[in-house]
């Protein structure tokens, strides 16, 4: 039979792109001073795992280069050299090699040839220079065991579950993983093995019987089945010393091929391992975990197709309730009994649904420590990152379109905030600067601060160069609150950097940072105190898919105001409403204009409401700007599924998408941001 490996392609990239990064954190928590055997053995466990998954599947240049990495690392995890800065170094570019070739055997990308080159010649060198130097101390958990005789001979008896390649495992590859290890001798048991009319090509008879002589210790071997230890009967146990010296293997060189002596016949066994399928390595075994919680693998289509599913329940539960408050609940009590035990469950179902696609962001803050890492050995800084809050969770899609403008905000810190270690001991403080990342939960947001205690943003040079590209005029400049200087940064192409480098000024960043937050729901704040350092505070809806709002009337239509905008509402007196000559009413609150948008108007509505003395005022803030919007009424708030509706209609101004209401009528929900900013443009001309 032939079995079709691509349907399994998916899995395996994915996993091997994990086990990536688990190879470059373990590397940049690596100790130098006192290496950690368990930590070089999970760097160790990942490039076996790539190299074992790309050798099944037929990515042969994945699977060479692996193997010269995973050389060097077994040298480092038996101690047989010691442990320099270079190879972290090393193994850094290493993992960015990895991660190409990858790609390109994903994607058919281009290749970085030189960077294959350089740093297997790199790793060439290293293991050629194996014996200069004293070894590395080794930090080991089990250092009192009894050490393993310089040869041993181990009696294996491994019998798989009869439906492991299910699982996607294969059998033979963990005997081709022991023969790497010494000498060995296999016997095939084929005695459940049924008649060939009655086999089943995915299910497993064979089990064998194997000595093997090595001198690996027993950890390594019981290693050879961690991707299989929960799915077979497996014994491993040493062979009694005079066994050992008396077995004729033991002459043998350990580079020999196994023997397999088949029980049953040749014919037999042929037919059992063409049935035996191989299949991409288990998550588990690429992140070096057995146990703990089970998971499984879902496509976020399906995630999305159910959060879907559940908001049309939403809003059929929604429905179903508007039209029980006609009924008199007393002669219907039963029936407004289950709606109640209806909404609860609802609620209920939508929050589980909603926690599968929320995902601790310490998938986004793992990434900075490379980031940080890279850049100050590029300006000679001296940099020490604390992360907090690293479990707080967050909508997947959120995190996907968080990471640039993060990573913008660290490499700012970094570059513009944290001073050279020479300044720093000027300025009496530690010559490492120190950039912090946390992220916490706020009511219904997450609030994420990028912090660092650098030399803080200078306000002379801001005005400046404010000035100079015309954002403000001298007088501006002079009453302009530190709070407003600040936002300044954000304008598009502003910069005060002295020179334009690889890494800043080009005045290309802070406002696609800003804009990239807005499009979120978000918004963003700076603030800085001169010597003592800079903090940017980022607040996020915690999920795209449902919106806690305010809901409007205006012209017998519904509107969906997000709640996070909504400052107050208030129904004004004449005296604080003013007419300005070719700009339109502005309304006074507590000795501040706001100007007035009508939303009968914006959207050309048949309201009978055009005075603000007579509706109500809701006023809204964007961006630190504030607009009143004027509305016939408000309904209440409410919770509300989002639905695109530039996918199934097209683009509106100022509408960011829309929702269905319990009565089944669709109602809009109003894009503050875009509101407030052509508001103000209008104002400016």
């Known amino acids: ?25 373990a590397l940049l928590r690596l100790d130098l001073q006192t290496v950690d055997s368990e930590t070089i053995n999970l760097i160790f466990r990942a490039a076996h795992s790539i190299k074992g998954g790309a050798a099944t599947f037929g990515f042969a240049g994945v699977a060479e280069y692996t193997h010269g990495v995973e050389t060097l690392l077994d040298e480092m995890r038996a101690g047989k050299r010691r442990i320099t800065q270079g190879d972290v170094d090393l193994l850094l570019r290493v993992v960015d090699v990895l991660r190409g070739l990858l790609g390109a055997a994903r994607d058919g990308s281009a290749l970085d040839v030189e960077a294959v080159a350089s740093t297997q010649a790199e790793i060439k060198r290293a293991l050629a220079g194996e014996s200069a130097g004293p070894v590395a101390a080794v930090t080991t958990a089990a250092a009192s065991a009894p050490s393993v005789p310089a040869s041993t001979v181990w009696n294996i008896g491994f019998m798989p579950n009869a439906d492991i390649f299910r699982s996607g495992n294969d059998p033979w590859r963990i005997l081709r993983g022991l023969e790497n290890l010494g000498t060995m001798t296999v016997e095939t048991d084929l005695s459940r093995l049924p008649a060939f009319d009655a086999a089943d090509a995915e299910t497993c008879y064979l089990s064998w019987q194997i000595a093997l002589e090595t001198t690996a210790p027993r950890s390594e071997i019981v290693e050879q089945f961690a991707w299989v230890e929960d799915e077979c009967t497996l014994s491993i146990e040493a062979a009694p010393a005079a066994t050992c010296a008396a077995d004729p293997a033991a002459d043998k060189p350990a580079a020999a091929k196994p023997v397999l002596t088949l029980v049953g016949g040749a014919d037999a066994a042929v037919t059992a391992s063409a049935a035996v399928p191989t299949a991409t390595v288990p998550a588990a075994a690429a992140s070096g975990s057995h146990g703990g919680e089970s998971s499984i693998r879902v496509g976020t289509e399906k995630i999305d197709a159910l959060i879907n599913l559940v908001g049309e329940l939403v809003i059929t539960q929604a429905m179903l309730t508007q039209l029980a408050s006609v009924l008199d609940p007393v002669l219907h009590e039963k029936l407004f009994a289950g709606l109640s035990q209806l909404d609860r469950n609802t609620r209920q179902l939508q929050e589980a649904v909603m926690s599968t696609r929320m995902l601790p962001i310490e998938s986004v803050f793992s ?64 010559a490492t600067g120190t950039i912090r990342l946390s992220a916490a939960h706020q009511g219904g947001h997450i609030v994420i601060e990028v912090m660092d205690d650098g030399r803080g943003l200078d306000r ?69 105190e001169a010597g003592r350092g800079s903090r940017t505070v980022i607040r996020l809806p915690l999920t795209l898919a449902i919106l806690d709002g305010m809901t409007v009337a205006v012209g017998g239509e519904t509107f969906v105001l997000p709640l996070n905008s909504v400052v107050e509402s208030m129904q004004p007196v004449p005296e604080q409403v003013k007419t300005v000559a070719g700009f339109g009413q502005v309304v006074r609150v507590r000795n501040e204009y706001v100007p007035v948008v009508a939303l009968w108007q914006l959207f050309r509505l048949d309201s009978q409401v055009h005075d603000p003395c007579l509706g109500i005022l809701v006023l809204l803030e964007s961006d630190g700007r504030k607009v009143a919007l004027l509305v016939d009424e408000l309904v209440g708030q409410q919770q509300v599924v989002i639905k695109n509706l530039e996918a199934n209609y097209r683009r509106v101004p100022c509408i960011s998408g829309a929702t269905i209401m319990g009565d089944g009528h669709v109602a809009l929900i109003l894009d503050v941001g875009e509101l407030v900013r052509s508001t103000s443009q209008a104002a400016a001309a």
Do not use: C, Y
């Open 1 to 25: 039979m032939t079995l079709d490996l691509t349907r399994f392609h998916q899995s395996f990239f994915e996993e091997s792109f994990e086990g990536l990064d688990t190879m470059e954190q």
């Open 367 to 430: 990434r900075f420590p490379r980031v940080v890492r890279d850049l100050a050995g590029r300006l000679n800084k001296q940099v020490r990152l604390t992360t907090f809050g690293e479990a707080t969770e967050l909508d997947k899609s959120v995190i996907e379109k968080i990471t640039d403008p993060l990573n913008h905000l660290v490499r700012n810190s970094l570059d513009h905030g944290l001073e050279l270690p020479a300044a720093r001991t000027a300025a009496g403080k530690d």
């Open 460 to 528: 002379s040079r801001i005005v400046a160069k404010a000035q100079a590209n015309g954002l403000i005029t001298a007088a501006q400049a002079e009453s302009m609150p530190d709070g407003e200087v600040w936002q300044l940064i954000f304008s598009p192409g502003f910069s005060t950097a002295e020179k334009v480098t690889d890494v800043s000024g080009r005045g290309v960043g802070m406002d696609v940072v800003k804009k990239n937050i807005q499009a979120l729901g978000g918004q963003v704040e700076l603030f800085s």
